[in-house]
């Protein structure tokens, strides 16, 4: 196994810390961003859903889902990158 | 069968599976000819715990790290599962589309709460803690911030918001016991209780992680058979997640035009009726990261074989919670069409019989207030946790299953109440009598100590939930606060700040706890005025941001930590290499 030059770790973190970042901001604009326009949104109706609404019952939280599964797929992505991740 | 349990779950869990099946479809066979309810009602409790007993008999262990991580050898998936049902409490399971009923859109703030949560949890302290090698959250906050302050200040915490948690669920399983079993609430929160232990104490959180994945599989199998139906005899399509839409619609016409229901009703779509915009983001902003500080959650992450797929859990975690949780509004929508449609407006005196039934158990009540006769929907009660246990009845289908649901809402509660034990147990086996008292003891004797505890915490918990203490539901929403106020600013800047000193996180964690539980404590009991209008719920809106800036402001005051300890934040940080906490153990001779 070889070493991880300083440099290298302070590479692979400031990657990760970025991806982490982006991560959160997505989170913030589906946890509380889009439910501020509600009533707005509530005017859009598909399938008989206010789009608002639907937003908070599962529109978010499938978005959730799929934001963690894309999140680890790249962070995975980055440790091979710099030669971090385990064998 | 070839090769060990492991390579093997598939097929296991699949052919237990299938017999669940088989097994409800029997039960059906026997109510149709004329076998009663009771016995339906005994069937379902006593096999579905027989059966969790046996897998918890079945996976007894006498090693440490079996006892306290299940070896490190859980598959991210089966991990997904075991944390949903870990995650998923009697609350979830029966009162969350029940208070998406009740507040209409408002409600909708629990269902993005519990679920935002995860992304915290995977991108912030899952890959880390995992990679620390840790048995429990103290054993973390001990060795980042040096001593045994900080760690006994975590199983305070730990302790406050896991606790009341727990009375919780043993109260869920006693009333869903005493009902299908009619036996006393007292003596059904025993019954709970034996359930609870067979499956912890013999096999601690290897046992845990195998009976939680078979609870899944029936909370999730109850939770979904009756919707289905439902939505199959509504709109004719058995795919009631994508058809309460049209039902949203008739709900919306009938709350306009239908006299006894649109003199009174808070409109099912309009926001902030019930909480205004601040409580409103508020419960979501602690319900979330409170999720990311639950002890019991993120110990589960301790038992993947590696980093990557601790991070992948997180995924297959929230995607088992979803199912149940994307499927709640629309058991709220349909029940709600149903008494709209069907109750509201009825005679009094020819009310359904699920109306009586209920009155009975005390979770619905009618008052004739107008002396009309008729039914207005300001007359009719509808308790929280009666949604989900009524809708059978509501909507007249066969008591096998009612059964089913009962099975599925105690499923619910045990395996959180498992979870929760454990994680009790092991704070004070582990970090308490091994970390603090006795770091000489042997192996054998401390799984006799986690034993020991597990019990005495489990029965001085089923006691307390015996005595029906009013609040202790109410308490299980604090629970989240408190250990968001306690915790996540500690744990979340131990990874991603070097900076942070003990001193800074010592002092945040006690003034965040401080702050959350003066304002819990004073706004419930001592009158105390609230804050901006915000409900007590919420008191991690003034102790988490209190908790990060005496964090920050104390740590930049005091020395940054040592050499050793930016180099142990820099082996957290990378998943290569072994778990850190086993490499410290073998150096100290442990």
């Known amino acids: ?59 978010s939280l499938l978005a959730f889902v799929v934001l963690i599964f894309w999140y680890a797929g790249r962070q995975n992505a980055i440790d091979e990158e710099y030669g971090v991740s385990e064998d | 069968m070839k090769g060990n349990f492991v390579d093997n779950l598939g097929k296991i869990y699949g052919i237990y599976t299938g017999g669940f099946i088989g097994f409800v479809i029997f039960l059906a066979v026997l109510e149709q000819v004329g076998v009663p309810n009771r016995i339906i009602g005994y069937a379902f409790v006593f096999l579905t715990i027989a059966v969790y007993a046996a897998i918890g008999i079945m996976s007894r262990t006498a090693q440490v790290s079996e006892y306290y991580v299940a070896g490190r050898q859980v598959p991210a998936v089966y991990n997904g599962m075991a944390t949903g049902s870990d995650w998923m409490s009697g609350a979830s399971f029966v009162g969350l589309a029940g208070t998406f009923y009740t507040l209409g859109y408002d409600g909708l703030a629990f269902a993005l709460g519990w679920t935002g949560g995860f992304v915290l949890v995977a991108v912030l302290l899952a890959p880390y803690l995992r ?79 195998w009976t939680q994945v078979a609870q899944y599989i029936i909370l999730i199998i109850a939770y979904l058979v009756p919707v289905v ?88 975690s929230l995607l088992f919670i979803f199912i149940l949780y994307f499927t709640a509004p629309a058991y709220a929508a349909f029940a709600k069409y149903e008494v709209y449609n069907n109750v509201i407006g009825l005679a009094i005196a020819d009310l359904p019989r699920w109306v009586s039934i209920w009155t009975e158990v005390g979770l619905v009540s009618v008052t004739d207030a107008n002396g009309d006769g008729i039914l207005q929907l300001a007359e009719l009660r509808l308790g929280t946790d009666a ?25 619910a509660a045990l395996s959180t109440a498992d979870g929760l034990l454990l994680a009790i147990a092991n704070a004070l086996s582990h970090d308490i009598y091994y970390r603090m008292i006795n770091p000489h003891a042997d192996t054998k004797r401390r799984l006799v100590i986690a034993r020991t505890l597990l019990m005495v915490v489990a029965v001085f918990a089923a006691w307390l939930a015996s005595t029906k203490p009013s609040d202790i539901l109410s308490m299980v929403a604090w629970a989240f606060s408190i250990a968001a106020s306690g ?42 005025e609230k804050w901006w209008g915000v409900n007590n719920i919420s008191a991690g809106l003034f102790g988490i941001p209190v908790a990060f800036a005496v964090t920050i402001v104390v740590s930049l005051m005091t020395k940054a930590p040592s050499r050793e300890m930016q180099e142990f934040i820099d082996a957290i940080r990378i998943p290569r290499g072994d778990a850190i906490m086993d490499k410290r153990d073998a150096a100290l001779g442990h």
């Open chain 2, 229 to 316: 139906i439902l939505s199959a005899q509504v709109t004719g399509v058995p795919i009631p997640q994508l058809m309460y839409g049209q039902v949203l619609q008739e709900i919306a016409v009938l709350e306009q035009t239908k006299p006894g229901i649109m003199e009174t009703v808070k409109p099912h779509f309009m926001p902030f009726t019930n909480y205004d915009p601040l409580n409103f983001f508020g419960l979501i902003f602690c319900l979330m990261l409170g999720t990311a500080s639950l002890p019991h959650v993120l110990m589960r992450f301790f038992t993947t074989p590696s980093v990557r797929e601790a991070r992948r859990s997180v995924g297959w």
């Open chain 2, 487 to 528: 915790l996540f600013s500690a744990l979340v800047l131990g990874v991603w700040w070097k900076r942070c000193t003990s001193a800074g996180a010592i002092a945040g964690m006690i003034a965040g706890f401080g702050v959350c539980m003066i304002y819990l404590i004073g706004t419930q009991y001592g009158g105390m």
């Open chain 1, 1 to 59: 196994m070889t070493e991880l030059s300083a440099e290298q770790a302070r590479a692979h973190w400031s990657r990760t810390r970025g991806l982490m970042w982006i991560v959160m901001v997505l989170w913030f604009i589906f946890s509380f961003g889009i439910h501020i326009f509600v009533t707005t949104l509530n005017e859009i109706v598909i399938f008989g859903f206010p789009l608002g609404f639907y937003m908070a019952a599962q529109g």
């Open chain 2, 131 to 209: 990679k620390f090698g840790a048995y429990t959250i103290p054993d973390f906050l001990g060795a980042r911030y040096g001593g045994n302050l900080a760690r006994f200040i975590g199983i305070i915490v730990l302790f406050c918001c896991s606790f009341t948690y727990v009375t919780a669920q043993i109260y869920a399983t006693g009333i869903i016991a005493s009902r299908f079993l009619g036996m006393p609430f007292e003596i059904a929160v025993f019954v709970g209780l034996v359930g609870i232990l067979v499956c912890s104490m013999l096999g601690g959180m290897r046992a845990v992680t």
């Open chain 2, 387 to 411: 949604i989900v246990l009524a809708t059978p009845e509501i909507a007249g289908l066969p008591y096998v299953i009612a059964g089913l649901v009962a099975a599925g809402g105690l499923a």
